[in-house]
């Protein structure tokens, strides 16, 4: 189950999907639900300790939910900001481009080599 929805991150990034709540009818959406997947588990990744339990729609702290939402943006976008604000999400030290990073370092304890 997905924790963030077509529709948010359609609202959240302002790409003007059309075809209602689905939004099925804009050839844009498959790749946006690839999106959705793949920044789910670059963010999920990030995290640590795992939530336990493991976050719903429902119980998913709303800086996860932004920081799903602005990494499927980068994912869309490509650039070379975008790319530097996922690598960030490596575990290396986040950069001041990294608002993906900034956003979850509170859900992030550190583990020593």
């Given at each position: 189950?997905?924790?963030?929805?077509?529709?948010?991150?359609?609202?959240?990034?302002?790409?003007?999907?059309?075809?209602?709540?689905?939004?099925?009818a804009d050839e844009r959406t498959a790749d946006i639900?690839?999106?959705?997947?793949?920044?789910e588990d670059i963010v999920l990744d990030f995290v640590?300790?795992?939530?336990?339990?493991?976050?719903?729609?429902?119980?998913?702290?709303?800086?996860?939910?932004?920081?799903?939402?602005?990494?499927?943006?980068?994912?869309?976008?490509?650039?070379?900001?975008?790319?530097?604000?996922?690598?960030?999400?490596?575990?290396?030290?986040?950069?001041?481009?990294?608002?993906?990073?900034?956003?979850?370092?509170?859900?992030?304890?550190?583990?020593?080599?």
């Amino acid at each position: 189950m997905a924790l963030v929805t077509v529709a948010q991150v359609n609202a959240g990034l302002r790409l003007d999907l059309v075809g209602g709540p689905s939004f099925e009818a804009d050839e844009r959406t498959a790749d946006i639900e690839l999106k959705i997947k793949q920044a789910e588990d670059i963010v999920l990744d990030f995290v640590q300790p795992k939530p336990q339990p493991a976050w719903t729609a429902e119980t998913v702290p709303p800086r996860v939910t932004a920081a799903i939402i602005m990494t499927v943006g980068f994912l869309l976008d490509g650039g070379e900001e975008a790319m530097e604000a996922i690598s960030g999400l490596s575990g290396a030290p986040a950069g001041p481009k990294n608002p993906i990073a900034a956003l979850l370092r509170r859900l992030r304890k550190p583990t020593l080599a």
